[in-house]
């Protein structure tokens, strides 16, 4: 079946596309007709019934040395316990389950699924038990069978829903391929929806489109998500869908057709070329259009369509797009490659497009087979998951390499929900996504996110509960706040803090997207608090009580420095050096004046809280009330704009001492115990605090500021060094206070 173009089907409501635009296929099995034969004399083991002729006929082209004896038993069986139960339609009941294997086999099933699917039903509504599945066709049978039954009890609209969901989707997670047979279960219902009543209908297609058609965009399976939407279309939007075929009937009633009038022009661009590839032409069905011409308004030819290109090996792929951007005019806004970074479905193809002189675009999908293969049926192209490769001696163990991400990332989620309405609603809420964006890790790792995700979105992606400890990020080499919306394409690094007690903030949740986010930091936050660590701003909290009230630091500290309180510091800070605190500010800087000479006998000296200029700064001086002198260091804006006022200049040298103060600030992503380590941090290279303010945390960033004593001018590029080394910080620099230096 085409991704693109619906599936020829016919019974009411299912919409056909007509005209030019139908895809050539072998005629359907005509399943009432079949349905109500007998079985046409005694079955033989070489011989398959023929009411499954069509079934057999598509999956030998798949799989052209599968063994069929296992299908003719199942059909035997299927067609024995369902005889005498009628569809609503009036059918044989035996149609249905023929119906779905068939949807199937067209899509590569493997004889397993196959086998499964023909008995899918027989549990639920006959005297087969699962110990006869079991004992006549294996365990493997017996466990998808069990599976699909499990969901046929689902009831989607009942008020137990979200429980019962949640335990189909662990059924599903165990193994794709029960999801595989439903998905196709639901088509073959859609397809033959017209026999009930208008508002079960509608109550049916509601389901399916919230539901069951964004996943099977999740597991890959295009085909059937296509003809879903358009039966959900026809179904719930009459009249759009009735103007969007009038739009199909009159275009194929054109008689020129642009798109194949292009995709002559591309095959002879590639045979040129020397590059083997099939080209053809993909009728959009009927969702597609509709969305197109909301979109673009009036629809040209080629916008019932799209050009599909078809070779042999990956590098083919960028071959042919070379060629077709060398020798035709690209649309170089309309290239994507999922080839380079498939999609989190496993879709992979490259997208792009060309013009034609008039203006007719096509968009064009080039892809090798293989990939074609999967993009049309998802999961289902991948087989039986879990049998061993010919050198794998796992003996069958039940691991799905090829599972897609999306879906581990459920299972993982759902695992962890604190509950059902939880699990229910964030489930919602990504099913709703039908966007998806690329972000690389620095080691050239991908990660497949939401539109609209966040740092944090992409923390609990790459490290899961692990990430609770993150403090901060790095986009495109630029630090960023974990609330940072990501781009397609950028490019993030993850910043890890140390303590394994790390504790999420509850403003993450404000900018978590995802569901595995949202429900590892809700599980972690309701944790029990004798559990939970403290709040990662509670050390500044504590820190700003404790300095709340004090005597200001003198000259150009600023409002918010304040003496230490040194009991609020650790024990394990209780080898530092005595606090300079227990002096009086005023000597401390009295003492501290030592340090600059000034050419004005009997002035005091004053070093700007501005800049806090140290030895061997460059400097210079200017009178201030007082009968004092500032010091600046040259560079200073506040002595710049003292020099502007036309304040005459003060010389000032370095005395002989090397004692003195300078006012650091060290800028960092909040986490519990970050006050505690700095200040650790600074005793342990022997420099005293006079004092210290932490500014309330803004985005999950932190602002320390402190003014410290240091024994030696030369020590200050270790001291920063160390502190910038603890976990968390990203910048430590001097203090600039503009407001300080104009006193």
Known sequence: ???????????????????????????????????????????????????????????????????????????????????????????????????VTLILAELGAETTTLTASLLHDTVEDTDVTLDQVREQFGEEVRYLVDGVTKLEKVDYGAAAEPETFRKMLVATGSDVRVMSIKLADRLHNMRTLGVMRPEKQARIAKVTRDVLIPLAERLGVQALKTELEDLVFAILHPEEYEHTRELIVENAAHGDDPLADMAEQVRTVLREADIQAEVLIRPRHF??????????????????????????????????????????????????????????????????????????????????????????????????????????????????????????????????????????????????????????????????????????????????????????????????????????????QLLMGQDPASEPSREWLEHAHTPAARIAIQRRLAAPAADAPGDPSAGASAAGAAHHGSEPAADGAGAHTTAPDTAARPTALSSRPPAPSTRPTAAAHGARAANAVVDLPGASVRLAGCCTPVPPDEVTGFAVRGGAVTVHRVECAGAARMKSTGRPEIGVRWGDTTDFRVTLVAESFGRPHLLADLTEAIALEGVAIVSATVEPPSQQRVRHTYTLQLPDAAHLPALMRAMRNVPGVYDVSRAHNAAAATR
């Open 287 to 492: 969702v597609s259009v509709h969305r197109i011409s909301r979109k673009r308004g009036r629809l040209r030819g080629a916008d019932f369509g799209r050009l599909l290109v078809l070779v042999n090996e990956d590098a083919d792929c960028y071959g042919v797009l070379g060629e077709l951007h060398t020798c035709m005019t690209p649309v170089v806004s309309e290239f994507k490659d999922f080839i380079a970074v498939p999609k989190f479905n496993l879709y992979q193809s490259l997208h792009t497009a060309v013009a034609r002189e008039d203006g007719e675009i096509a968009e064009v999908l080039i892809r090798t087979h293989q990939m074609h293969k999967v993009a049309e049926a998802g999961v289902i192209a991948l087989g039986n998951p879990y049998a061993p490769a010919p050198d794998d001696p796992s003996d069958g163990e039940r691991v799905d390499p090829t599972r897609p991400g999306w879906l581990s990332r459920l299972l993982t989620w759902q695992e962890a929900a604190p509950d059902t309405d939880t699990f229910w609603s964030t489930l919602r809420e990504d099913l709703a996504q039908d966007r998806e964006i690329t972000v690389f890790r620095p080691d050239g790792g991908a990660l497949g996110l939401p539109e609209g995700a966040s740092c944090v979105d992409a923390a609990y992606a790459q490290y899961g509960e692990d990430a609770h400890a993150c403090i901060g990020a790095r986009v495109n080499g630029r630090l960023a706040t974990l609330g940072t919306v990501l781009q397609d394409g950028d490019t993030v």
């Open 1 to 99: 079946m085409s991704a693109e173009a619906t599936n020829p089907a016919t019974p009411a409501p299912a919409p056909a596309t007509p005209g030019p635009h139908r895809r050539k296929s072998r005629a359907r099995i005509d399943l009432r007709r079949l349905g109500r034969a007998a079985l046409l004399g005694p079955a033989t083991r070489d011989r398959l019934p023929d009411a499954i002729g069509h079934v057999a006929e598509a999956h030998r082209a798949h799989h052209p040395d599968a063994d069929f004896e296992p299908l003719r038993r199942a059909y035997l069986l299927a067609e024995s316990s369902h005889r005498g139960q009628m569809r609503k339609s009036g059918e044989p009941y035996i149609t249905h389950p023929l119906a």
